[in-house]
């Protein structure tokens, strides 16, 4: 395949797999089982465990990429004035003690994240007492920071930028004594906040947006009444007056069990029932009524153990059998009927052998660690399945792929429509028979028309990037490795883009070649340039481009001087190519292409000639315009004959060079006699037509699929897998 025909097909696919990653990653991946031994058993079944015999008093165990060599390594926390330690993976799930002994400080909880900002993990240590920081050379060699934070009984710490400002933040809950805030300069040291949340005996403190206005707030898991604290996007926190059961609760979680976008509660309670509190996506929570369980649970963990796309529930129990519970899909659980070990005092889920799947690790304190090994087994479904369905009022309206969790496949994210109280976007992975599946839902910010991927804080994993009709533009950061709760392809940290826009299109591209992601916004009225400091920071160049409603912004270098210059395509007037200084400075090249009412470009070599020709879809039938290697373009007067609202460029016939699919209807394929001519092959693939198609090799077979948004009863995804190969 020709270069250019690579640019237009990664163009085509919103820039996203030009900034692909790779690395470990703590929630899994399709990569094959290290041990082909393992019996075949029920999805979502723990193997007899594997212990690592320290005989320490372990209170907690944390598990992430310490080392820098992408597995998960653990740190576990101790008590009875044994030393906290660290634990190095070799891959495949064998740990061995680094010799490290960090303290001996009684402690209750471990937190890792990059505190410093120095792109590795580091250890918080909560102990009864003088809580303290060990920061990371890199290699996983940790030093104590000097700092000594707080003198109460802090039984759980947790790390998030609760104050918008890019770095991790420290929120103790304490026994006894107040819940304390520590925010971070950035370089890793913490001063007191002074606020003080209440003095309520809490055992279990967890970090999320629970009111969807895309800053973390606080929820309390205490000996008594829990309790929720909002933030007002600065770290100031505020009671919600939710005062949610009167139990013994020892553990918190926070995630969207029932897959409605918003973030439910989990609470595991010391001799009474677990409970699931469901959100209504504004922070008000239901007690859903179930009762799992009359154990002592002292800790829970939520993660997919059997590889259904859903979190499911782990309970470590005191005195009696830990509980595995299946998630149903919608946040219904059931007892899995597997009785695990008991006087376990913490859990946590991660893949530590690297088969793709998560396994159960449990601390026992006198006994050390057990390690539950998940068998795996998939559940596969037809590629044909509906993947997420809109609604006729909240269509998807645009798609980005890349490997998002740096499991070295592809993850493709669903941006959905225009309405204000739905969830912006989807993230569908790969299972371990190849089909996707639903992984995530993100955020409940509205009005996304565009979303696009890519690794705008230089940390190796890709971010996303959100284009919004009626409020603000936003970055949502990869967590990557550097929150305790959360890991690769979580979405937890947001920030807001400069200006108000009234957003259609954006795209992700090095403008002004300093080697970071710009963000190129494609508005109703004049576009603009956002430039990236390269950690993720964004000012408005201060350029306004045209004043026409652009439904599609396409990057690439059209005239060859090898830089990026931008295509527009409008709604309410003609097309706009503007040329790039080689700085981010733009120029509009005075060309106006066609007057109807395009939404859609794309960007690709199709007569062979080694430039970037243009492809315009719209409400009238779509267009060629041929380029003449400066940047010119002309129209070649062929149309496609239909309307396409999604034109998509890729070699589909596996003739090396580049076919059209143009949707809407019956969404015809246009073959490419290599010389820019297109013939229909006459192949009508959904009589319900589509709105957004997207090309890339789903099945692995060197050929390029579709990602389509169908137009049906309802809006839907659907795979349509191509037979070339």
Known sequence: MKPSHVIAILVSLSIALLTACSGGSSSGGDGGSNNTSRPARLAGIFLDPLALQTYDATESVALGDVDGDGDLDMVTGNTTNQSNRVY?????????????????????????????????????????????????????????????????????VTLGDIDGDGDLDLVTGNDGTTNLIYTNDGAGNFTDSTQTLGKNNTWSIALGDVDGDGDLDIVAGNNGINLIYTNDGAGNFTDSGQALGTDNTWSIALSDVDGDGDLDMVVGNFGQANLIYTNDGAGNYTDSGQALGTDNTASIALGDVDGDGDLDLVAGNWGQASRVWINDGTGNFTDNGQALRDYVRSVTLGDIDDDGDLEFVASQPGLGVQFFINNGAGIFTDSSQVLVEGIQNDPITSYAIGDLNGDGSSEFVVGRGEGPNRASYTTYAKDRGGNFRLSKVIGNFGNTISIALGDVDGDGYLDLVAGNLYTANRIHFNAGLSLSFAGPGDFVVSRQLPGANFTESIALGDVDGDGDLDVVVGNGGANRINLNDGAGNFTDSGQALGTSTTKSIALGDVDGDGDLDIVAGNSNGPDRVYSNDGAGNFTDSGQALGTSDTRSIALGDVDGDGDLDLVSGGTQPDSIYLNDGDGNFTDSGQTTGISGFSVALGDIDGDGDLDLVASIEANPIYLNDGAGNFTNSGQALLVYGLFSTTLFDVDGDGDLDMLVATANSVISTRILINLTN
């Not at 061995?96 to 009684?106: I, K, R």
């Not at 990371?136 to 030093?143: E, P, V």
């Open 88 to 156: 190095l993976n070799d891959g495949t799930g064998n740990y061995t003690d680094s010799g490290q002994t960090l303290g001996t400080d009684n402690t209750a909880s471990i937190a890792l994240g990059d505190v410093d900002g120095d792109g590795d993990l580091d250890i918080v240590a909560s102990n009864n007492g003088i809580n303290l920081i060990y920061t990371n050379d890199g290699a996983g060699n940790f030093t104590d920071s000097g700092q000594a934070l707080g003198t109460g009984d802090t039984r759980s």
